[in-house]
Nanobody
C-alpha cells in the first residue's frame, strides 16, 4: 500500500531548527520527485520545496530560500527537509508527497498517491 509518513515536527523558538523526515512504504521512492508542502491555519496548502527523483534538482519558494534544504536518501526510501532560522510564519502542518519537480517550479499538487497526516511545526517563543 502506497504510503508516505512525515515526522520530525515540534515546537521550536524563532531562529531554531528542525529536520523533517518523509519515509515511503509500499513503493520505491527512487522513481518519484518529492515535494514538501505546508498548510497554516485558515490558509491553503502551499508547496515549499521539491527534489527530483535523482536528487539533482531542488526548488524552493522564495520565503524559504537560504533557510530550508531538501534532500533524499533513496537507499533509505526517505526524503528530508532541514529547516533553519525558523520564523513564526513557518508555523504550519507540513506534508510530503510524490510530485513532478520540474525546473524552476515548486508544485502545489500531488502527482501520485494521496496526502498523509502531516507533521505539525510550531515556531513560537
Amino acid at each position: 500500500q502506497w504510503q508516505l509518513v512525515e515526522s520530525g515536527g515540534g515546537l521550536v523558538q524563532p531562529g531554531g531548527s528542525l529536520r523533517l523526515a518523509c519515509v515511503a512504504s509500499g513503493f520505491i521512492l527512487d522513481y518519484y520527485g518529492i515535494g514538501w508542502f505546508r498548510q497554516a491555519p485558515g490558509q491553503e496548502r502551499e508547496g515549499v520545496s521539491c527534489i527530483s527523483s535523482s536528487g539533482g534538482r531542488t526548488n524552493y519558494v522564495d520565503s524559504v530560500k537560504g533557510r530550508f534544504t531538501i534532500s533524499r536518501d533513496n537507499a533509505k526510501n526517505a526524503a528530508y527537509l532541514q529547516m533553519n532560522s525558523l520564523k513564526p510564519e513557518d508555523t504550519a502542518v507540513y506534508y510530503c508527497a510524490a510530485v513532478f519537480c520540474e525546473p524552476g517550479v515548486v508544485p502545489n499538487s500531488i502527482a501520485f498517491g494521496s496526502w498523509g497526516q502531516g507533521t505539525q511545526v510550531t515556531v513560537s517563543s
